[in-house]
């Protein structure tokens, strides 16, 4: 074969010097024009000698590639072909071994003109299965496409253990104006480490994890690591389909939120991982009758003391428990046990990084430029961008990845209210008004409407729960109506009211009994869920526990009476683990639940039977959660005895039916023949007492059940006398026939 072309000094330098943005318009198989044939270029460092094999065609010869001096470029050309054809390089290295590969510059792009368009527009909901990297079959081919967005970037390589992170081997095409960058490499296998190299605008290279990696490397390393995450084998189709058809407004829900890490640890050092807790753990949960488990962020955090809320890889389970397939393993065996699983997920903010989303190609890509939009005044990470479409892309999308890849059956989205306000946390003069002059974060509120739009009608029964501390408004209502579309709101003033009332000294709480009630007067305004969450267990503030007020067993006593009131109150449940065994400290992320405590007396091993107990009763009895948000299914019986500190009140379901009578005595003091009116006559079983001995009480009660008698009382024809033992909850439910 004799040489024909050459490229021009220009060109040639553009490669070797990595500064052309579209390599595959001159390495790989090109026609010369004018039928005068097709040249092949490759660009290898440090091979001697380079040919072209065909795999379609035997009867071709090999094609020898020339180098072009000493630059690693080698170039050949053939007229013995009429088409373009597969090929395969054979790269013999300087001592002499040889290895064979597809030209990763001879295949098409791996992403379409619609996948860019839609991207573009922020609107191509699994753009997680175009950019990153993922195992394909090409051509026939086995490999991995790699694709990223940095539109802003001179050049990217795509840099990892298989070519010895050498940046001239596989430098990526530009696609178009999209700011996309793609190649396609022939024989990558699954748990491969990767990174992309970028050349920023003002030259500086910097090394970048993959935002869309699917696994990540330990850190400090930060590699991305290459992986198939939709290839575990589910068994949980039952599971998914009866959650289809389920209304989670009108269904019990009871949640245990967790910290993976510190749940429970082999050592002071280890953690079990997923697959060990999916032993333990879903045993647990099952045993203790939640509906739900809500993990705190599980996304990739460099991090740890941040409990992963500083998202460093939005789309990759953290490595410290497992692979992704054994994080799958974990969510297939709750579904297993008829449990789903919440993600407190993060898209409020991401650290700064540098190896990840800060500044991603030299450029504010992900962030505001703007500090004053930009970066989060308390925490001193950056702000997404939410009115940028592939920024808002980039989110929506994640959103759909952990519910379409890990089955996962709500979101919890952590500090809404620091999205909706531009002034959130910030002094005069310290923000930027939205384009109507005010302080509305006009493009986060679109962005929260679509997250909700999608991931309710592609999931439905997928729950999304906004963590909003403020009064905004229909932060549960559709969009159509102003709402931002959310399924459930934390009702954050139920927690501040109840707590401060249970720090109150009995006998001053008759001061205090709005505290308790206030909560009633707004229930109709957004679908709540009651939250005693980790946050309100850390920083000083100390455990529910030590928050109550007496000596140790009124401690307890109260303990079980701020958890029965969390428990009857309308709305959806959470509580942060430890709290169901009266944990006496602080959570901290290095440490187990003390469970050892259970070991010491009654009153621990008390509260964890008694919250056993409450979610047995609770998923039993339509009327504590068929009509959370319905005005008939909760009325008061008196809220009014302020002297005696007691308040009573029915749930019920909307139709009436499954009444059951809640009535709390929050002082030491027992009251005998106290007489409470209610809604049906005849024997009403006491289903709950959480002075029982069983729970550590003084086991004082009304015999199992009582009698009504024809003596009205607060506005009732019929009532019954009870005994109220001290700081307790009792709940009733009629005996049918």
């Not at 390599?23 to 097709?38: E, I, K, R, S």
């Not at 660009?43 to 180098?67: H, K």
């Not at 297939?332 to 991401?350: R, S, Y």
């Not at 959660?625 to 809220?639: E, M, N, R, T, V």
Request: net charge negative; charged share 20%.
């Amino acid at each position: 074969m004799e040489r024909t072309r050459l490229l021009s000094p220009e060109e040639l330098a553009s490669l070797v010097e990595l500064r052309h943005n579209h390599p595959h318009q001159v390495l790989g198989m090109h026609p010369l024009g004018d039928g005068a044939g097709w040249v092949i270029r490759a660009f290898i460092p440090g091979a001697t000698s380079v040919e072209v094999l065909s795999t379609q065609e035997s009867g071709l010869p090999r094609i020898r590639l020339d180098p072009l001096g000493e630059t690693g470029v080698f170039e050949g050309v053939t007229q013995s072909v009429d088409a373009r054809f597969s090929y395969e390089l054979i790269v013999t290295q300087a001592d002499g071994s040889q290895w064979h590969t597809r030209d990763p510059y001879s295949f098409l792009p791996t992403l379409t003109e619609t996948d860019l368009f839609l991207f573009g527009q922020g609107k191509e909901c699994r753009i997680y299965d175009k950019l990153g990297a993922h195992l394909r079959v090409v051509d026939g081919t086995p490999g991995a496409s790699f694709a990223v967005w940095a539109p802003n970037a001179r050049r990217v390589s795509v840099v990892g253990e298989f070519n010895h992170w050498d940046p001239r081997r596989h430098a990526m095409r530009l696609l178009g104006a999209s700011g996309i960058w793609e190649i396609f490499i022939p024989s990558i296998q699954q748990g491969q480490h990767y990174k992309f190299e970028l050349v920023e605008g003002d030259g500086k290279v910097s090394l970048k994890s993959d935002p869309f990696a699917f696994y990540c490397e330990k850190a400090p390393q930060n590699a991305s690591i290459v992986w198939d995450a939709g290839a575990f084998a589910w068994t949980d189709q039952a599971w998914c389909e009866q959650r289809r058809q389920r209304d989670p407004l009108r269904s019990p829900v009871c949640v245990y939120e967790l910290h993976l890490g510190s749940w429970k640890k082999k050592s002071a050092s280890e953690s079990f991982n997923y697959r060990e807790l999916a032993d333990t753990l879903v045993d647990y949960v099952r045993r203790m009758g939640f509906t739900h488990v809500e993990f705190m962020p599980v996304a990739e955090h460099a991090f740890y003391p941040s409990w992963g809320y500083q998202v460093t890889g939005f789309y990759a389970p953290t490595y410290r428990y497992g692979t992704p397939d054994d994080f799958q393993f974990l969510v297939n065996a709750f579904h297993q046990a008829g449990i789903g699983v919440i993600l407190d997920w993060v898209p409020a903010h991401f650290p700064r990084d540098e190896w990840a989303l800060a500044k991603f190609d030299g450029s504010a890509l992900f962030e505001h430029a703007d500090p004053r939009r930009g970066v989060h005044q308390d925490w001193g990470t950056l702000i997404f961008n939410y009115g940028r479409h592939e920024v808002r892309n980039f989110l929506t999308a994640n959103a759909l990845f952990w519910c379409e890849y890990y089955h996962i059956d709500g979101l919890r989205v952590d500090a809404v209210a620091s999205m909706l306000y531009l002034d959130y946390s910030r002094k005069e003069g310290e923000w930027l008004p939205n384009k109507n002059g005010g302080r509305e974060n006009l493009e986060a509120i679109d962005f929260l409407r679509e997250l909700n739009h999608l991931v309710l009608t592609k999931f439905p029964g997928v729950i999304t729960i906004a963590e909003e501390s403020t009064a905004w408004p229909k932060v549960t209502q559709p969009p159509d109506v102003g709402g931002l579309g959310f399924l459930l709101k934390w009702n954050m003033g139920w927690m501040h009211d109840t707590l401060r009332y249970f720090q109150h000294e009995p006998i001053h709480r008759k001061y205090h009994q709005n505290d308790l009630t206030f909560a009633m007067l707004y229930q109709g305004q957004e679908n709540y869920m009651l939250p005693l969450s980790h946050d309100e267990v850390v920083h000083g503030k100390g455990s529910l526990h030590r928050r109550m007020r007496g000596d140790e067993w009124q401690r307890f006593a109260n303990l079980r009476c701020l958890l029965a009131y969390q428990w009857a109150f309308p709305g959806k449940k959470l509580l942060f683990m430890g709290n169901e065994i009266g944990q006496e400290t602080e959570w901290n992320e290095n440490a187990s639940v003390d469970w050892g405590l259970l070991n010491n007396g009654s009153f621990h091993l008390g509260v964890q039977r008694m919250v056993a107990d409450l979610n047995h009763l609770y998923r039993a009895q339509r009327g504590l959660w068929c009509a959370d948000y319905q005005p008939s299914g909760f009325y008061w019986i008196d809220c009014s005895d302020h002297e005696n500190s007691i308040i009573s009140f029915i749930r019920q379901a909307e139709d009436g039916s499954n009444p059951v009578a809640v009535i709390f005595n929050l002082t030491t003091a027992p009251r005998q023949s106290y007489r409470l009116g209610l809604p049906r006559s005849g024997s009403w079983l006491e289903a709950f007492n959480s002075d029982a001995e069983y729970y550590g009480g003084s086991n004082m009660g009304n015999d199992g059940r009582v009698e009504t008698s024809s003596t009205p009382s607060h506005g009732h024809s019929q009532s019954v006398l009870l005994t109220l033992p001290p700081l307790s909850a009792l709940m009733l439910t009629p005996v049918t026939a």
